[in-house]
Protein backbone atom coordinates (compact mmCIF):
# COMPACT_ATOMS: atom_id res chain seq x y z
CA UNK A 1 0.00 0.00 0.00
CA UNK A 2 1.49 3.43 -0.97
CA UNK A 3 2.35 5.62 1.71
CA UNK A 4 0.54 8.99 2.06
CA UNK A 5 1.96 12.04 2.28
CA UNK A 6 1.66 14.33 4.84
CA UNK A 7 1.07 17.82 4.54
CA UNK A 8 4.19 18.78 5.44
CA UNK A 9 5.69 16.48 2.78
CA UNK A 10 3.63 17.59 0.48
CA UNK A 11 4.18 20.65 0.95
CA UNK A 12 7.58 20.22 0.20
CA UNK A 13 7.57 18.65 -2.72
CA UNK A 14 5.34 21.19 -3.98
CA UNK A 15 8.50 24.01 -2.85
CA UNK A 16 10.79 21.83 -4.36
CA UNK A 17 8.67 21.41 -7.98
CA UNK A 18 8.11 25.42 -7.51
CA UNK A 19 12.02 25.80 -7.12
CA UNK A 20 12.93 23.79 -10.54
CA UNK A 21 9.99 25.94 -12.23
CA UNK A 22 12.04 29.03 -11.00
CA UNK A 23 15.27 27.35 -12.13
CA UNK A 24 14.19 26.93 -15.96
CA UNK A 25 12.02 29.83 -15.52
CA UNK A 26 15.31 32.16 -14.85
CA UNK A 27 17.51 30.51 -17.73
CA UNK A 28 14.73 31.70 -20.03
CA UNK A 29 14.07 35.00 -19.37
CA UNK A 30 17.91 35.52 -19.49
CA UNK A 31 17.94 34.13 -23.28
CA UNK A 32 14.63 36.65 -23.62
CA UNK A 33 12.24 33.88 -23.57
CA UNK A 34 9.99 35.48 -21.69
CA UNK A 35 6.86 34.37 -23.19
CA UNK A 36 7.67 30.20 -21.46
CA UNK A 37 9.45 32.49 -18.86
CA UNK A 38 6.25 33.43 -17.72
CA UNK A 39 4.57 29.96 -17.93
CA UNK A 40 6.99 28.70 -15.56
CA UNK A 41 6.95 31.27 -12.79
CA UNK A 42 3.21 31.15 -12.92
CA UNK A 43 3.10 27.71 -12.48
CA UNK A 44 5.77 28.38 -9.64
CA UNK A 45 3.55 30.92 -8.03
CA UNK A 46 0.78 28.24 -7.92
CA UNK A 47 3.08 25.44 -6.58
CA UNK A 48 4.45 27.28 -4.22
CA UNK A 49 2.20 30.82 -3.54
CA UNK A 50 3.58 32.23 -0.16
CA UNK A 51 7.28 32.93 -2.24
CA UNK A 52 7.59 36.60 -2.21
CA UNK A 53 10.39 36.13 -4.26
CA UNK A 54 8.88 34.37 -7.28
CA UNK A 55 6.07 36.68 -7.45
CA UNK A 56 8.82 39.60 -7.92
CA UNK A 57 10.37 37.65 -10.75
CA UNK A 58 7.22 37.18 -12.10
CA UNK A 59 6.74 40.62 -12.13
CA UNK A 60 9.73 41.81 -14.03
CA UNK A 61 9.44 38.76 -16.35
CA UNK A 62 5.23 40.70 -17.16
CA UNK A 63 7.23 43.90 -17.12
CA UNK A 64 9.49 42.86 -19.55
CA UNK A 65 6.84 41.26 -21.44
CA UNK A 66 5.10 45.05 -21.73
CA UNK A 67 2.49 43.81 -19.54
CA UNK A 68 2.45 46.55 -16.66
CA UNK A 69 -1.25 45.74 -15.27
CA UNK A 70 0.03 42.13 -14.55
CA UNK A 71 3.21 43.24 -13.27
CA UNK A 72 2.14 45.81 -10.47
CA UNK A 73 -0.65 42.79 -9.40
CA UNK A 74 2.94 40.98 -8.85
CA UNK A 75 4.69 43.33 -7.17
CA UNK A 76 1.67 43.75 -5.09
CA UNK A 77 1.09 40.14 -4.30
CA UNK A 78 4.40 40.15 -2.97
CA UNK A 79 4.26 42.84 -0.83
CA UNK A 80 0.97 41.45 0.52
CA UNK A 81 2.92 38.11 1.23
CA UNK A 82 6.29 40.01 2.74
CA UNK A 83 5.55 43.65 3.41
CA UNK A 84 8.99 44.46 3.78
CA UNK A 85 10.14 42.60 0.96
CA UNK A 86 13.01 45.41 -0.35
CA UNK A 87 13.27 43.84 -3.60
CA UNK A 88 8.85 43.76 -4.12
CA UNK A 89 9.11 47.95 -3.26
CA UNK A 90 12.18 48.75 -5.17
CA UNK A 91 10.72 47.10 -8.41
CA UNK A 92 7.50 48.56 -7.55
CA UNK A 93 9.10 52.10 -7.55
CA UNK A 94 10.90 51.36 -11.23
CA UNK A 95 7.47 50.31 -12.24
CA UNK A 96 6.18 54.03 -11.11
CA UNK A 97 9.45 55.89 -12.46
CA UNK A 98 8.66 53.87 -15.91
CA UNK A 99 5.01 55.58 -15.79
CA UNK A 100 5.96 59.09 -14.73
CA UNK A 101 5.21 58.62 -11.63
CA UNK A 102 8.25 60.08 -9.85
CA UNK A 103 6.84 61.12 -6.50
CA UNK A 104 5.26 57.44 -6.31
CA UNK A 105 9.15 56.03 -7.57
CA UNK A 106 10.64 57.97 -4.13
CA UNK A 107 8.27 56.80 -2.09
CA UNK A 108 8.29 53.16 -3.24
CA UNK A 109 12.46 53.64 -3.15
CA UNK A 110 12.90 55.04 0.37
CA UNK A 111 10.35 51.89 1.56
CA UNK A 112 13.15 49.86 -0.06
CA UNK A 113 16.30 51.18 1.35
CA UNK A 114 14.45 50.97 4.61
CA UNK A 115 14.05 47.55 4.30
CA UNK A 116 17.50 46.67 3.14
CA UNK A 117 19.47 49.61 4.32
CA UNK A 118 22.76 48.12 3.02
CA UNK A 119 21.49 47.94 -1.19
CA UNK A 120 23.67 50.86 -2.46
CA UNK A 121 22.29 50.31 -6.14
CA UNK A 122 18.97 51.30 -4.36
CA UNK A 123 20.42 54.47 -3.07
CA UNK A 124 21.68 55.28 -6.36
CA UNK A 125 18.40 55.50 -8.19
CA UNK A 126 16.70 57.36 -5.20
CA UNK A 127 19.21 59.64 -5.69
CA UNK A 128 18.52 59.81 -9.78
CA UNK A 129 14.67 60.08 -8.68
CA UNK A 130 15.25 62.46 -6.17
CA UNK A 131 16.81 65.03 -8.26
CA UNK A 132 13.96 64.83 -10.86
CA UNK A 133 11.53 65.71 -8.06
CA UNK A 134 14.25 68.80 -7.49
CA UNK A 135 14.77 67.34 -3.78
CA UNK A 136 18.19 68.18 -4.42
CA UNK A 137 19.52 67.98 -0.56
CA UNK A 138 18.02 64.19 -1.01
CA UNK A 139 19.67 63.29 -4.15
CA UNK A 140 22.93 64.40 -2.69
CA UNK A 141 22.35 62.37 0.25
CA UNK A 142 21.46 59.66 -1.31
CA UNK A 143 24.17 59.60 -3.88
CA UNK A 144 26.86 60.22 -1.28
CA UNK A 145 24.69 57.27 0.64
CA UNK A 146 25.88 54.73 -2.13
CA UNK A 147 28.91 55.83 -2.25
CA UNK A 148 29.75 54.94 1.30
CA UNK A 149 28.21 51.71 1.41
CA UNK A 150 30.19 51.08 -1.88
CA UNK A 151 33.29 52.98 -1.60
CA UNK A 152 35.25 50.92 -4.14
CA UNK A 153 32.78 51.21 -7.09
CA UNK A 154 33.52 53.74 -9.24
CA UNK A 155 30.17 54.36 -10.96
CA UNK A 156 28.78 55.65 -7.49
CA UNK A 157 32.11 58.72 -7.65
CA UNK A 158 30.66 59.25 -10.97
CA UNK A 159 26.80 59.93 -9.94
CA UNK A 160 28.17 61.71 -7.36
CA UNK A 161 30.50 63.80 -9.49
CA UNK A 162 27.71 64.44 -11.72
CA UNK A 163 25.50 65.59 -8.99
CA UNK A 164 28.23 68.25 -8.34
CA UNK A 165 28.75 69.20 -11.96
CA UNK A 166 25.10 70.12 -11.83
CA UNK A 167 25.28 71.84 -8.83
CA UNK A 168 28.24 73.84 -10.01
CA UNK A 169 30.49 72.06 -6.95
CA UNK A 170 33.43 71.99 -9.19
CA UNK A 171 35.53 70.85 -6.74
CA UNK A 172 33.99 68.75 -5.40
CA UNK A 173 33.20 66.64 -8.63
CA UNK A 174 36.78 66.97 -9.45
CA UNK A 175 37.16 64.93 -5.97
CA UNK A 176 34.83 61.97 -7.09
CA UNK A 177 35.61 61.96 -10.64
CA UNK A 178 39.28 61.09 -8.82
CA UNK A 179 38.16 58.34 -6.84
CA UNK A 180 35.82 57.20 -9.77
CA UNK A 181 39.38 57.15 -11.56
CA UNK A 182 40.88 55.59 -8.48
CA UNK A 183 38.51 52.60 -8.59
CA UNK A 184 38.49 52.23 -12.43
CA UNK A 185 41.56 52.92 -13.92
CA UNK A 186 41.01 52.03 -17.69
CA UNK A 187 37.88 53.45 -17.94
CA UNK A 188 38.30 56.90 -20.32
CA UNK A 189 35.01 57.52 -19.83
CA UNK A 190 35.51 58.49 -16.19
CA UNK A 191 38.85 59.93 -17.07
CA UNK A 192 37.37 62.48 -19.80
CA UNK A 193 34.61 63.43 -16.82
CA UNK A 194 37.58 64.01 -14.81
CA UNK A 195 39.67 66.39 -17.55
CA UNK A 196 36.67 68.50 -18.14
CA UNK A 197 36.16 68.89 -14.26
CA UNK A 198 39.57 70.26 -13.97
CA UNK A 199 39.20 72.67 -16.59
CA UNK A 200 36.29 73.89 -14.49
CA UNK A 201 39.24 74.73 -11.68
CA UNK A 202 41.40 76.48 -14.29
CA UNK A 203 43.52 73.26 -14.12
CA UNK A 204 44.76 72.45 -17.38
CA UNK A 205 47.90 70.70 -16.69
CA UNK A 206 46.55 68.23 -14.69
CA UNK A 207 42.90 68.63 -17.45
CA UNK A 208 45.89 67.73 -20.29
CA UNK A 209 47.27 64.96 -18.69
CA UNK A 210 43.70 63.51 -18.58
CA UNK A 211 42.80 63.90 -22.05
CA UNK A 212 46.14 62.33 -23.06
CA UNK A 213 45.32 59.22 -21.24
CA UNK A 214 41.63 59.32 -22.00
CA UNK A 215 43.30 58.85 -25.78
CA UNK A 216 45.35 56.26 -24.73
CA UNK A 217 42.53 53.94 -23.67
CA UNK A 218 40.63 54.67 -26.56
CA UNK A 219 42.77 55.52 -29.21
CA UNK A 220 39.61 55.22 -31.64
CA UNK A 221 37.19 57.76 -30.03
CA UNK A 222 38.09 61.38 -31.75
CA UNK A 223 35.89 62.83 -29.22
CA UNK A 224 39.20 62.63 -26.73
CA UNK A 225 41.41 64.06 -29.06
CA UNK A 226 39.51 67.11 -29.62
CA UNK A 227 39.13 67.59 -26.08
CA UNK A 228 42.91 67.33 -25.93
CA UNK A 229 43.09 69.89 -29.12
CA UNK A 230 40.24 72.68 -27.02
CA UNK A 231 43.08 72.38 -23.71
CA UNK A 232 46.08 72.85 -26.33
CA UNK A 233 44.13 76.38 -27.52
CA UNK A 234 43.42 77.53 -23.59
CA UNK A 235 47.60 77.16 -22.88
CA UNK A 236 47.65 79.13 -26.21
CA UNK A 237 49.50 76.43 -28.06
CA UNK A 238 47.48 76.93 -31.32
CA UNK A 239 49.56 75.18 -33.51
CA UNK A 240 49.71 71.45 -31.36
CA UNK A 241 45.70 72.31 -31.80
CA UNK A 242 45.88 72.45 -35.48
CA UNK A 243 47.89 69.26 -35.54
CA UNK A 244 45.94 67.15 -33.49
CA UNK A 245 42.70 68.21 -35.39
CA UNK A 246 44.27 68.17 -39.11
CA UNK A 247 45.51 64.28 -37.56
CA UNK A 248 42.14 63.03 -36.55
CA UNK A 249 40.16 64.47 -39.14
CA UNK A 250 36.21 65.94 -39.61
CA UNK A 251 34.07 64.61 -37.18
CA UNK A 252 30.52 62.79 -37.08
CA UNK A 253 27.64 63.72 -36.41
CA UNK A 254 27.74 61.19 -33.58
CA UNK A 255 31.03 62.51 -32.45
CA UNK A 256 30.19 66.18 -32.87
CA UNK A 257 27.34 65.91 -30.49
CA UNK A 258 29.82 64.22 -28.15
CA UNK A 259 32.20 66.90 -28.52
CA UNK A 260 29.49 69.22 -27.81
CA UNK A 261 28.39 67.82 -24.37
CA UNK A 262 32.32 67.21 -23.73
CA UNK A 263 32.59 70.88 -23.87
CA UNK A 264 29.57 71.36 -22.51
CA UNK A 265 30.54 70.27 -18.94
CA UNK A 266 34.17 71.57 -19.08
CA UNK A 267 32.45 75.18 -19.43
CA UNK A 268 33.65 75.64 -23.03
CA UNK A 269 31.79 76.38 -26.69
CA UNK A 270 32.68 76.02 -30.02
CA UNK A 271 32.99 79.17 -32.50
CA UNK A 272 34.48 76.54 -35.43
CA UNK A 273 36.14 73.15 -35.28
CA UNK A 274 38.92 74.34 -33.05
CA UNK A 275 38.04 77.33 -31.76
CA UNK A 276 36.40 78.11 -28.82
CA UNK A 277 34.46 81.01 -26.54
CA UNK A 278 35.95 81.68 -23.46
CA UNK A 279 33.84 80.45 -20.72
CA UNK A 280 32.53 83.52 -18.90
CA UNK A 281 30.31 84.19 -22.35
CA UNK A 282 29.00 80.53 -21.83
CA UNK A 283 25.72 79.59 -20.36
CA UNK A 284 26.61 76.99 -17.08
CA UNK A 285 25.61 73.45 -18.48
CA UNK A 286 23.59 73.00 -21.79
CA UNK A 287 20.00 72.17 -20.75
CA UNK A 288 20.27 69.36 -23.20
CA UNK A 289 23.61 68.04 -21.86
CA UNK A 290 23.31 64.68 -21.07
CA UNK A 291 24.95 64.98 -17.28
CA UNK A 292 21.17 66.03 -16.76
CA UNK A 293 19.90 62.60 -18.05
CA UNK A 294 19.37 59.92 -16.01
CA UNK A 295 20.80 57.36 -19.02
CA UNK A 296 24.32 57.14 -19.04
CA UNK A 297 26.01 57.12 -22.62
Known amino acids: MPRRRTPSTEAARRRRLAAARVRRADFLAEK ?6 ITHYEKATELDGHNPDTRVKLGDAYFEAEMPRKAYQAYRKA ?9 AHFCLGEFYYTLGRIRGAAQAMEKALACDPARHWYACRLGDVHWLIGNV ?7 ARAVELAPAEGYYHYKLAEFHMRTREFAAAVDQYEEAVRCAPVDDFYTARLGAAYIRQNLLEQAQAGLVR ?9 VYRYAL ?44 DIGLLPASELEALDPEDDVLRLEDD
Not at 214 to 222: H, Q, S, V
Not at 252 to 261: A, C, I, M, Q, W
Open 229 to 272: ADIMLLQHNDEAAERIVASTGPLDEYHSDGLRRWRGRAGLGALS
Open 137 to 143: DKARDSY
Open 214 to 222: ATMLAPDNP
Open 32 to 37: GVLEHA
Open 79 to 87: LNIHPRHAE
